[in-house]
């Protein structure tokens, strides 16, 4: 079964609005990656947040992480066509660096 | 650095045949993964490598699907024979690793770009 789940399954928005995609997850973790995957391509690493970090930016990516309610948010601000991709949540399950992924969020930004 | 690289890019077989797919990871790089992805679907982990020992292989359906990592580095994922369900991409990972690298945090994965596997 898929410890992550992100929501929504997918999303269409304008470009220069900001996208926002969440996670949760089902047990305690030490930290949580989220990865982008452009159609026919294989994923790409975008953030890692520790378990000690509530929030983390990269640029225009803005990632939040709430232990407590085991979920964890990705902002995507004034968005491109670039970012139409599909992005994942990825739980590691153990620090045999086992990485288990969600069904993923669908982008699509709309020109 | 060069990427993760896999081969072949595409792949169409009947059903009851046999194929393989290969990857090389980053140099260095002490954990493999191998991951199935149907369409519209997130990865599905089939077997994960530490060196050139299996960490994980729970979600590999022995009777058909086999992996080897030779001498700790490329790495051979094989299916004999293929149904029509095998249909995805599978894609190749590679990592430092965190018990590597002696870390309490989980590296990073690298990606290939897959390879597509059409099952008719």
């Known amino acids: 079964s898929q410890q992550g789940e992100e929501d929504p399954q997918a999303l269409s928005i304008q470009e220069g609005e900001n996208a926002t995609m969440n996670c949760s997850y089902k047990?305690?973790?030490?930290?949580l990656q989220w990865y982008r995957q452009n159609s026919g391509r294989g994923l790409v690493h975008l953030i890692l947040?520790?378990?000690?970090?509530r929030e983390k930016h990269s640029g225009r990516l803005r990632v939040t992480l709430d232990t407590s309610k085991k979920s964890s948010s990705l902002l995507i601000t004034a968005s491109r066509a670039a970012d139409t991709a599909s992005y994942f949540c990825?739980?590691?399950?153990?620090?045999?660096?086992?990485?288990?992924f969600g069904k993923g969020t669908r982008l699509h930004i709309l020109p | 650095e060069a990427g993760v690289a896999q081969s072949p890019r595409y792949k169409i077989i009947e059903k009851r045949q046999s194929v393989a797919f290969w990857c090389n990871p980053i140099s260095g790089h002490a954990t493999l993964y191998w991951y199935q992805q149907i369409l519209g679907q997130g990865p599905k982990l089939l077997i994960q490598?530490?060196?050139?020992?299996?960490?994980?292989d729970s979600q590999l359906p022995k009777d058909r699907f086999s992996a080897e990592r030779l001498k700790g580095v490329d790495s051979t994922l094989k299916i004999q024979p293929a149904k029509l369900e095998d249909s995805a991409v599978y894609l190749c990972?590679?990592?430092?690793?965190?018990?590597?690298?002696?870390?309490?945090?989980?590296?990073?994965?690298?990606f290939g770009n897959g390879t597509r596997l059409t099952v008719t």
């Open positions: 990825a739980i590691p399950m153990n620090r045999d660096d086992k990485i288990i």
């Open positions: 947040i520790r378990s000690n970090e």
């Open positions: 047990t305690s973790i030490n930290n």
């Open positions: 490598f530490q060196n050139n020992g299996v960490v994980d």
């Open positions: 990972a590679s990592s430092l690793g965190a018990r590597a690298r002696n870390l309490s945090y989980n590296s990073p994965l690298h």
